[in-house]
């Protein structure tokens, strides 16, 4: 049985909690910081999208972890969702490769700034 390479984009969210050391406090902390997703592309061989799909979860759940940050505060990274899941072509890795696309659809007439400003905020 032949297996396929997939680019898998995971979701993850990083949860703060207990109090900080005060002693460790500085000017870049942040008392009421946003919540923090992180977004993972993985490669994955596998012999379907469903199989891809199955272990992107698998190894998502693994890398879960928990650790102190530099305030002394602990973090959580919990794995939340399967985003989507991208079947590679078989040809070899080299430069210029696509390992993941996906089609934005918005309306006729949105320009370009307006859909960076929409997906991508952190680019502003």
Request: hydrophobic share 30%; no cysteine.
């Amino acid at each position: 049985m032949q297996h396929n390479m997939y680019a898998v984009k995971l979701l993850f969210e990083s949860v703060h909690s207990g109090e900080p050391d005060p002693t460790k406090i500085d000017e870049h902390y942040e008392e009421n910081h946003d919540t923090l997703f992180e977004e993972s592309i993985i490669l994955v061989k596998a012999n379907s999208i469903e199989e891809a799909h199955k272990l992107g979860e698998k190894i998502a759940t693994q890398s879960e972890d928990t650790y102190n940050n530099m305030y002394d505060e602990q973090v959580t990274s919990t794995f939340q969702k399967v985003l989507h899941v991208f079947e590679l072509d078989n040809t070899p890795f080299e430069t210029g490769k696509e390992l993941y696309a996906r089609f934005l659809h918005v309306k006729k007439n949105e320009k370009v700034d307006t859909v960076v400003k929409a997906y991508y905020p952190e680019y502003e």
